[in-house]
DNA sequence: ACGGTAGTAGACCGACCTGTTTACTTTTGG
DNA sequence: CCAAAAGTAAACAGGTCGGTCTACTACCGT
């Protein structure tokens, strides 16, 4: 269920606690999840809980980190497998879509918990930002390297081409996220294909 | 601030009531502000509350379908000033931009709502779905009323172009939803513009 | 002028929250 | 083999939560 190389060391009691925090807090909201629930599940005392993580807080940070860097496996195997960059592009929603089946049916976890945690300075509003801008920031990459965009002379200041690809990839980006709202939101069962449709049309105008 | 003919009868009370826990639902999150703090900042008993109210989860619905009744204003005020249906369409994206810089620089009110509440039953959740249709409910109007994909045969099956309109409808909610969440977590202070760019696009393939 | 409605003031309740502590047992690595 | 690390069990602390209740007062329409 989980990757067993994303964090050196881990007890087993530390892997189990977090494993349940990870379901309950993404399935059930990190403000409804007890530690005290969380222990209980994971077979766990909390005294076990506050030895290995010290806080709830920590406790949330892991829950996101972890689930953080598998979702980007996910997403750069799809883009490995993919024939070619414009494929990569499209492969990253089909990844979306692989990821929902198997643990998102509730949205973005990230965006999830910048909304139940106020204080700007979190922590977990810096790994939200940088998980999009990461995205954002593969999608220009292979945008780049699909040499979209050899319009107009050669004499076309480059710092133009940089931008249009920025603003590319934020359409793209845009697509991906609306797309993960949405399929829970509504009965937009099918948001995911519609993206991914559209992502293929705004690369080829 | 806050329209004053949305709901029939509300005490003065009520309607400060209504307004602070409004500002602080919305700023910091649902869970993390108490009915004892609602009542100190709008100067209000407790016992006001309870009677006007009922519960906090009644509070919070009122919270979040007045809000959702101002903002549906703001996009049909956008809409009716539009000179034709295409630009019905990017004037919902103008809304989303006058409307942020209002009421919101924290995401959609109802998809952090979602985010904090963890049964599927609460009626925030059907409130969020009826939110979300009625937008591409009103893409999709406009798209037709544009005379959009007059293509191919006249023999052309209806079904077909109402599918197609269907699409293209969910295909502008997908942008503007992501426009709504992503202005806030990175630095893509530029996601509605985009958003607007794209779907300007998407609109005349 | 009066009666109902709306409001204040503030104590109170039980449940639940994060976090700590003490005492004892199990596991594990050099 | 044995000591350190990891874990169990369970009580405890201090706070906050949503919600109730009593007693008294201000307002407002008829």
Redesign the pocket.
């Known amino acids: 269920m989980t990757t067993d190389t994303e964090q050196p060391r881990l007890?087993?009691?530390?892997r189990r606690v977090l494993d349940t925090a990870s379901e309950l807090f993404y399935h059930q909201g990190i403000?409804?999840?007890?530690?005290?629930?969380i222990a209980a599940e994971a077979?766990?005392?909390?005294?076990?809980i506050?030895?290995?993580f010290?806080?709830?807080?920590n406790l949330v940070m892991a829950y996101l980190r972890a689930r953080d860097v598998r979702w980007r496996v996910v997403v750069e195997r799809h883009i490995d497998a993919a024939p070619d960059p414009r494929g990569a592009v499209l492969a990253v929603f089909d990844s979306l879509t692989e990821w929902r089946a198997t643990e998102g049916d509730r949205g973005c976890a990230m965006i999830n918990a910048r909304a139940e945690i106020s204080g700007p300075d979190h922590p977990a509003h810096a790994l939200a930002a940088d998980q999009k801008r990461w995205l954002m920031g593969r999608f220009a990459e292979l945008i780049e390297s699909a040499g979209l965009l050899e319009v107009g002379s050669e004499t076309e200041v480059k710092a133009e081409v940089k931008a249009e690809i920025q603003d590319t990839a934020l359409e793209l980006l845009l697509l991906h996220e609306g797309a993960v709202v949405m399929s829970d939101v509504g009965q937009f069962g099918n948001a995911v294909a519609i993206a991914r449709k559209a992502a293929g049309r705004l690369l080829s105008p």
């Open positions: 007890t087993r009691a530390a403000n409804s999840v007890g530690v005290d629930r077979g766990v005392t909390k005294k076990t506050y030895d290995r010290g806080s709830k807080d």
